[in-house]
């Protein structure tokens, strides 16, 4: 009996052998051959993605790029008066709320990226010959044939300008493939931007200046007419001054009512002692009846009679002076006005020469004795960091596209 399950024990150990065996098969030949397939394509792009653009940046940046020198300037955009932010909003953003000189700042940043320098600049130099020359490579070579738009934006790799709010201060960065030509590209961005601050500065000023200016010329207009009227009255009364001829009628009134007065005295002490028909007495009357005639004839002047004669046509010597009183009271008041307007307008030069800007430079540009551009190493590296990154980010879609296709 034991040797029976021995026996059975034997078989089922050899069924168990055949099912190991039967249960691991060798791989399959034809997925091993996908994979090997999938391996060799992934590595074959590898050579158009990466190889191939290392080589050519090697040979590129390694023999063929031209040597770009860089010539550095920088500048602030200044006001005599510039005072210190004291509000919150000017201490955080570097910008005072009056007098600034950040936007003048970011006028002439703009100026420097427009084409209103492209042009400024081809009629103080040739740009042509420093861009477009042998020395330059085909890749950094500007065409003179094309358009002043497309120059923009060759020199958009050119020329940079950084402007820093806190500081205030403009960096204009100038690349040129010589020495000499970078620095003249240079010197002549700086002395067109200070072109430009002078002529916003002088502008300002002149739209200061403006409006005081014509006030002063309204009241000298104004003045000018006022006193061509007061000629005028003085030409058609033959007098200089109203006021005092009527001073000097009146003392002459006094004197003639003082002559009457005594001269009457007189007659009545004559005809104390006298006839009535005697001869010192006829001419003492007489002269009572001259010298009341002569007041009345004054008093006529001055506008006290019937309003007959000279009177009747406002001739008076009160309708003159009242007359002329007007035209004085408004030749000074014009005076005055015209007085304030040049103090206004003396006040506005002197506001307009407190906030003129001009260009504080301190850092001038300086030939370079270096090129810096390119940088050869590093743009070999950045070139082989980049086509890595292209090439996996392609391999890892391809994978993702294909497992979710499966």
């Keep these: 009996m034991t040797q029976s399950n021995n026996t059975s024990a034997a078989a089922k150990g050899g069924e168990d052998a055949k099912v190991r065996v039967v249960s691991f098969p060798d791989k399959d030949p034809g ?32 023999f063929i790029a031209s040597d770009r020198y860089i010539v550095k300037t920088k500048f602030s955009v200044r006001s005599p008066t510039g005072l210190a932010p004291t509000d919150v909003l000017g201490m955080m953003s570097g910008v005072t709320s009056s007098g600034s000189t950040v936007l003048d700042s970011y006028i002439v940043s703009d100026f420097i ?19 477009d020359t042998d020395m330059a490579d085909f890749l950094m070579r500007y065409d003179s044939s094309k358009t002043k738009e ?35 590209v240079a010197e002549e961005i700086l002395f067109l931007s200070q072109e430009l601050v002078n002529e916003i500065s002088e502008n300002a000023r002149l739209d200061t200046v403006r409006t005081a200016e014509i006030e002063v010329t309204r009241a000298e207009d104004k003045l000018r007419e006022h ?11 033959q007098e200089i001054d109203p006021t005092i001829s009527a001073g000097s009628q ?38 009572i009846r001259a010298l009341t005639s002569q007041l009345e004839t ?17 001739n008076s010597l009160t309708s003159k002076v009242g007359a002329f009183e007007e035209l004085a009271v408004d030749l000074e008041f014009l005076q005055r006005s015209y007085v304030s307007t040049l103090v206004s307008l003396e006040a506005a030069r002197l506001e307009a ?4 800007r001009y260009v504080a ?46």
């Design 361 to 406: 430079t301190f850092v001038l540009p300086s030939t370079p004795q270096k090129a810096l551009y390119p940088r050869r190493v590093l743009s070999v590296f950045l070139v082989l960091i980049l086509s890595l990154m292209a090439w996996g980010i392609a391999t890892m879609s391809v994978y993702i596209i294909r497992e979710h296709a499966t």
């Design 227 to 237: 006193r061509k009227r007061v000629s005028i009255f003085r030409e058609e009364n």
């Design 31 to 62: 997925r091993s051959n996908a994979q090997r397939r999938r391996r060799f394509w992934v590595w074959a792009t590898f050579i158009p993605f990466v190889l191939i653009p290392v080589i050519l940046s090697v040979l590129y940046f390694g």
């Design 298 to 314: 004054q008093r006529a002047r001055l506008g006290s009679g019937e309003g007959k004669g000279a009177n009747a046509e406002g």
């Design 150 to 184: 497309d120059f923009r934006d060759y020199l958009d790799w050119m020329v940079s300008v950084y402007f820093d709010t806190s500081s205030q201060v403009i960096t204009v960065e100038v690349q040129a493939f010589t020495p000499a030509e970078a620095k003249h």
């Design 250 to 287: 009146q003392t002459l009134l006094g004197s003639l009512e003082s002559q009457i007065s005594r001269a009457q005295t007189e007659l009545e002490s004559m005809r104390l002692f006298l006839d009535t028909a005697s001869p010192q007495v006829k001419i003492r009357e007489s002269e």
């Design 353 to 356: 020469d407190r906030q003129q």
């Design 113 to 131: 990226e427009s084409e209103q320098l492209v042009e400024k600049l081809q009629h103080r130099m040739d740009l042509n010959a420093v861009y």
